[in-house]
């Protein structure tokens, strides 16, 4: 038996990516708060006091990012998230209707395949569509001072790219709830949850035959 397993059980999530996980997520959370607060949504901090916590909560997630590209790279943990459409179609079909008929998880992680196929592509729309809107468009908007400077603001307008700001917002909301809701589909509520706190996931959870939190009858 390897040291990333025990009886039952399987070391999953090392304790940088856990580490880089809840900080992402709560920096994401707190960007989310003070940005809608920025579009007039609600109050809170206040106008101003909002827009510092932001850019420098997004100041913050980038230095994360840069480390964690580095340990990606360095432990050759990217590989995790090399897109495949390999059981896509079955992974589909567990989410769309298998998981409320209690069928089994059509995909079994292990310590080097810890995403299923639905999550890299997932992960790639993120990276590849998300991430670039709401990057590109947050810091034309923090330097629209030196737009002028540039001739930026010849043939673009701070309300498109507000617009487009906003567009990444929401949908970086979208995944977030999608996200959240699937850590409550493991064979326990607090499964998926508890794995990214300790690293340990239980190996039952994607043995065949595994019943989901959620599995119910269709109606």
């Not at 790639?124 to 737009?147: H, N, T």
Request: aromatic share 18%.
């Amino acid at each position: 038996m390897s040291e990333h397993q025990t009886s039952g059980r399987m070391y999953v999530f090392k304790r940088y990516e856990r580490f880089w996980h809840w900080s992402q997520a709560a920096l994401i959370i707190f960007m989310m708060l003070t940005g809608f607060e920025i579009a007039g949504t609600y109050q809170n901090f206040g106008f101003q006091r909002a827009v510092e916590y932001h850019t420098l909560a997004a100041w913050t997630l980038l230095v994360l990012w840069a480390f964690t590209i580095f340990w990606q790279f360095t432990t050759g943990e990217w590989r995790q998230y090399i897109p495949t459409l390999k059981k896509v179609d079955a992974m589909v079909r567990y989410y769309a209707w298998g998981i409320f008929r209690g069928a089994p998880h059509p995909y079994r992680k292990t310590v080097l395949k810890k995403h299923n196929p639905l999550q890299r592509l997932a992960y790639l729309a993120l990276l590849a569509v998300v991430s670039p809107i709401i990057w590109v468009s947050g810091l034309l908007y923090l330097f629209y001072a030196y737009w002028g400077d540039y001739g930026i603001d010849r043939w673009l307008s701070l309300d498109w790219v507000a617009t487009a700001h906003t567009a990444g917002a929401f949908m970086m909301l979208v995944f977030f709830i999608v996200h959240v809701y699937l850590t409550t589909t493991g064979h326990t509520v607090f499964a998926h949850i508890k794995a990214m706190i300790t690293g340990w996931e239980d190996e039952d959870e994607h043995e065949p035959g595994a019943q989901p939190a959620t599995a119910r009858k269709a109606p």
